[in-house]
């Protein structure tokens, strides 16, 4: 069983900057890919980045990238998400994801609570 915890949300002006993180426990937690995925209201739930369990590999949906970085902490157990240049459609609950697989799937066995990411224009 793996537990997720995000924490970093709030509230932003457009062009500025958050960082979100996620500490992951569990047997083996370190060998699972993570993501981070988000929902926006009356919108589904969408993929937003992941890495694989050695972050050598990476990928972002294409509305992010050059703004969004995602890295992990295996020491810590952590996933991070750096988003830079943000946009009140970033506006969103952002939700951080775990799976046994090399690349996060589409849709993760495991999931966090969420945390509140809101972009003011």
Known sequence: QVQLVESGGGLVQAGGSLRL??????????????????????KAREFVAGISWSAGSTRYVDSVKGRFTISRENAKNTVYLQMTSLKPEDT??????????LIIPNTPTYWGQGTQ?????
């Open 117 to 121: 990411v809101t972009v003011s224009s």
């Open 21 to 42: 993180s996620c500490a992951a426990s569990g047997r083996l937690v370190s060998s699972y890919s993570l993501g981070w995925f988000r929902q926006a209201p009356g």
């Open 92 to 101: 969103a609950v952002y939700y951080c994801a775990a799976d046994r697989t």
